[in-house]
């Protein structure tokens, strides 16, 4: 059985800072660095919504758990060779019946929580870009670098405390709602390989 599971600290929400308007400054660019994992676990919107998906993902190893694993203790008697083989035949039906029927379940509740976080995260990534783009119009930055892939960087480039603290008072926290993917998602979620990190 496939367990539920989804991306519990979202650390791998793809927050992408387009480029600014704001012209070259004269003494050639101005690169401000972030640090994104920072941004995520350290801001109100990012625990909010990180708190709201695993309570999420709680609840549905609460209500799908005894059921599936029920399953798997009649699928390993079914297996253990112990009954009359027309005994075992005839429960193998049922059992596959059920089976199926418990699947179709959880494929609906995970399609239910992924778009959810998948919600969650464009709403995330909106507000960090709004606020990001204020800051580079600032400061008249032309870029804005993850700071994990900068080797070295000035003092005051980092602009990471000044984002969460903006984001903060923007906006502090987000309703997550269970809603099925939209057919873009769905498409984009399989061109991925599926969602990230390995939680299906």
């Known amino acids: ?19 600014s308007d704001v012209g070259l400054a004269a003494n050639g660019p101005h690169i401000l660095v972030i640090d994104r994992r920072a941004l995520i ?9 990180q708190q709201q998906l695993m309570a999420y993902n709680q609840k ?8 599936g694993q029920a399953l798997q203790n009649e699928q390993q ?6 009954l009359p083989a027309a005994e075992r035949a005839k429960r193998q039906q049922a059992f596959q019946a059920r089976q ?3 699947q179709q379940k959880m494929q609906s509740q995970r399609q239910l929580l992924e778009g959810g976080q998948m919600a969650a995260r464009k709403y995330f990534m909106d507000q960090v870009d709004q ?7 600032e400061r008249g ?13 000035g003092n005051g480039a980092d602009i990471t405390k000044e984002a969460v603290q903006r984001l ?5 926290s987000y309703k997550v709602q269970l809603v099925k993917p939209s057919l873009q998602d769905m498409l984009q979620m399989q061109g991925a390989g599926g969602m990230p990190q390995g939680q299906q």
Do not use: R, Y
């Not at 870029?143 to 960087?153: E, I």
């Not at 903060?168 to 502090?172: G, I, R, S, T, V």
């Open 41 to 49: 676990q350290t801001s109100k919107l990012g625990q909010s919504i």
């Open 77 to 82: 008697a079914l297996e253990s060779g112990k």
């Open 1 to 19: 059985m496939k367990s539920l599971s989804i991306c519990a600290c979202l650390a791998a929400l793809a927050i992408s800072f387009a480029s």
């Open 131 to 137: 606020v990001v783009h204020a800051i580079m119009a």
């Open 168 to 172: 903060d008072q923007k906006a502090p």
């Open 60 to 67: 549905a190893q609460t209500q799908f758990g005894p059921e």
């Open 100 to 102: 199926a029927a418990f």
């Open 141 to 153: 930055a032309d870029a804005v670098l993850d700071k994990n892939t900068v080797v070295a960087s």
